[in-house]
């Protein structure tokens, strides 16, 4: 993007005015701050937060207390038994909470670890103040193209109903054939597209047909996603599970919105629509207010990295300021966003079978189990993407929302 040495450095002076410390950092900076966080008195009260190199806090950890979903009023919450155990050995240990399952087995069969057990995760009903079934302003997207992938079923199929009843030009892109054949056929999508997320010949190639019978794209949601490892000891996870997270959630969801915005640019569609990219985001990704620890270290790190994502490309092709302009040129999008559909009954998390606590946990089991535990319903989890979409105007552009409303995360 520069064209003169003199350029670059304008660009570098020019940036330095805005970093913590006026200037860009130096090698010598990440070290002092390494060393001054291993110090043995700072490590035992700095923990969960991020660092400037200037050792400003970024993040809080704050202090929550996750308490226990035990019928018994008197249960302690996990937190309290751990830190009581780490600083007075002498103490009567509390009661261990209902939650943790000491009958599942370990993961790994071959290791033994002193009071490892994998976790019930139960989550209840975390929402409040939704604004399910309440209406509000819409953009027209009859005849739009939008792109779901993961719209076989759960939240994916459930948005791509509601976006089908508005009159768009509904695609489904999944992994699995014959339901998002059935899923398609049962909506009345416009068309239906096998791929494998982990395969980049089968993005391109999925693309390519796109483009042939197309031409163009009005919406992409980056939808399709997996997690493993929730409720497992993060030691006892499986190995290619948790590489999945990764390959599907960060490098696959990448490599779709790349081979993606070429369709989006182009200008076969309707100029006066709004181009939208919509990331499926999660509370996993939301660091400042960290989940419980129920492990799932791949899932939740791809997660985060889903709204670095959304950034990244918010800044690019909606920001409007000099070095986004020079390098997008004329390409320009009007809308990214990612959405949080909060805990809902779907089959998300069915690819680990011991996802939760549970053992050889099938797809029927996990939604059954997540509709006992009082999750959304994928209406209800669906509402916010809808929103996301169809809405005339958002109040803030490339930012994470939940519940209609931006979220930090």
Same mark, same amino acid.
């Given at each position: ?44 009260? *700095? ?8 050792? #400003?806090? +970024? &993040? @809080? !950890? ?6 226990? %979903? ?75 193209? *939008? ?8 939240? #994916?199929? +459930? &948005? @791509? !109903? ?6 768009? %030009? ?89 081979? @993606? ?149």
């Amino acid at each position: 993007a520069f064209t003169s040495n003199e350029e670059y450095s304008d660009y570098l002076a020019k940036s330095a005015t805005v970093h913590p410390i006026r200037r860009c950092g130096l090698p010598r900076d990440v070290a002092n701050l390494i060393v001054f966080l291993a110090d043995s008195k700072v490590s035992g009260f *700095i923990t969960g937060q991020t660092h400037t190199i200037d050792g #400003g806090r +970024t &993040l @809080a !950890a704050p202090s929550v207390q996750f308490e226990s %979903k035990s019928p018994d009023s008197n249960a302690q919450s996990s937190v309290g038994v751990a830190s009581q155990a780490d600083n007075d050995p002498k103490a009567t240990p509390k009661a261990i909470p209902s939650k943790v399952s000491q009958s599942v087995p370990l993961g790994n069969k071959d290791r033994t670890v002193s009071g490892a057990a994998s976790m019930l995760a139960r989550l209840g009903r975390l929402d409040t103040g939704s604004q399910y079934g309440t209406p509000f302003a819409e953009r027209d997207i009859a005849g739009r193209v *939008i792109l779901i992938t993961g719209g076989a079923r759960g939240i #994916g199929a +459930t &948005l @791509a !109903a509601a976006l089908c009843k508005r009159g768009a %030009k509904v695609l489904i892109a999944d992994c699995l054939e014959s339901e998002a054949t059935s899923t398609a056929s049962r909506l009345g999508a416009a068309g239906v597209f096998v791929y494998d997320q982990t395969d980049l010949q089968s993005i391109r190639t999925m693309f390519g047909t796109i483009t042939e019978k197309f031409g163009y794209l009005d919406v992409l949601v980056a939808n399709a996603g997996i997690m493993s490892g929730l409720g497992v000891d993060m030691i006892d996870a499986d190995d290619q599970l948790e590489l999945k997270n990764w390959s599907v959630n960060a490098v696959g969801c990448s490599q779709v919105v790349k081979y @993606a915005l070429p369709l989006l640019f182009s200008p076969s569609g309707q100029p006066d629509f709004g181009r939208t990219v919509l990331f499926i985001g999660s509370s996993s990704a939301r660091l400042t207010v960290p989940d419980p620890g129920y492990g799932a270290l791949s899932y939740r790190g791809s997660r985060a990295g889903i709204n670095g994502m959304m950034v990244a490309l918010h800044s690019l092709y909606c920001d409007d300021n000099p070095i986004a302009r020079q390098l997008r040129q004329d390409r320009t999008l009007q809308r990214v966003v990612s959405g949080d559909p909060g805990y809902v009954a779907s089959g998300l998390g069915a690819d680990d079978p011991n996802t939760r606590g549970l053992t050889d946990v099938s797809f029927e089991d996990l939604v059954k189990f997540k509709q006992e535990d009082g999750a959304q319903s994928l209406e209800e989890g669906a509402d916010n993407l809808v929103y996301l979409v169809c809405a005339e105007s958002l109040p803030e552009n490339g930012k994470m929302y939940y519940q209609r409303q931006v979220v930090e995360f």
